[in-house]
């Protein structure tokens, strides 16, 4: 008998200070020690380049304006290390391109003038790597900080009908301009659970930055909502939103390279 006051005097006063009386059951999204995302991005690009010799001033390429399909699907990969309690480590990889032929007028590229019909192609693979700390952590939410490193390799190329200093190029010629670019982000995110099984995630980064006489700037969005039927396994679906500006001065020649894509995206999940 007073086993069972005890009980019920225990119980009560957890009911009042709102103390769960049984452990809830948590979201896995906001415990699990790794995750791993792969899925489909339907990707929608917007893409402008130059490049040219130093001292030049070339003209500006637009892939959208020139009619150049903006329109790509793409693999989507994420995957997450919860090493402790309040630190993780996030690595996830987009990727766009875009290809096509168009009219330009006389466009120097690489240090030749291009014009009437040209082949055009263009890529960038995107792998962001960043470390976060949560700030603010409970059941049902996480919400931190973080900085980390977005790895944008790009390269660009035109191939057609050409002049160099005014003389014909025989056959045409191909003319590709290269950048890896590594650009530090600081991030900011907030992921809240529902439930055990539904759980929704916003992430936000951003940095410019100006090395001698190359400057770059990145904003990356991304926004998901994601449904665990099983802890370990499930399901989300989500959007992306890059805008990244370099300009990049190597030996003899100087480029800028903006691009913008937003993708929806697909994707399962599993952790444990």
């Known amino acids: 008998m007073k086993k069972n006051y005890l009980t019920i005097c ?18 896995p999204i906001l415990t699990e020690e790794f995750n791993i995302s792969i899925g489909a991005a339907n990707v929608k690009g917007n893409t402008r380049i130059q490049s040219g010799f130093t001292g030049s001033i070339p003209a500006e390429i637009d892939f959208n304006k020139l009619g150049i399909d903006s329109t ?10 919860r090493y402790s309690d309040n630190w993780h480590l996030d690595i996830e990889n987009f990727e766009l391109t875009q290809s096509g032929t168009a009219f330009l007028k006389p466009t120097e590229f690489e240090g030749v003038v291009f ?21 603010i952590k409970d059941a049902n939410k996480e919400i931190g900080v973080g900085f980390g490193l977005h790895m944008t390799d790009i390269e660009a190329s035109l191939a057609g009908a050409a002049t160099a200093d005014g003389v014909v190029i025989a056959g045409g010629a191909t003319r590709k301009a290269k950048v ?7 991030r900011a995110y907030a992921t809240y ?4 099984k539904w759980s929704v995630e916003l992430d936000m980064g951003y940095l410019a930055l100006e090395i001698n006489d190359n400057d770059g700037r990145i904003l990356n969005t991304t926004a998901s909502i994601e449904w665990r039927p099983h802890p370990n396994l499930g399901v989300g679906v989500g959007y992306t939103y890059f805008d ?11 480029s800028s390279f903006n691009f913008k894509l937003d993708a929806p995206v697909i994707y399962f999940t599993g952790g444990f």
């Not at 659970?193 to 055990?196: G, I, K, V």
Request: hydrophobic share 40%; glycine share 8%.
């Open 10 to 27: 225990v119980g009560l006063a957890l009911y009042i200070t709102g103390q769960p009386i049984f452990a809830a059951e948590v979201n």
């Open 244 to 254: 990244v500006d370099l300009n990049v001065k190597d030996t003899g020649s100087t």
């Open 193 to 196: 659970a529902f439930n055990p």
């Open 72 to 81: 790509e699907s793409s693999r989507y990969l994420k995957f997450k290390w």
């Open 180 to 186: 890896t670019a590594p650009l530090p982000t600081f």
């Open 115 to 135: 014009s009437g019909f040209i082949g055009l192609s263009f890529s960038a693979n995107i792998t962001a790597i960043s470390t976060s700390y949560s700030i």
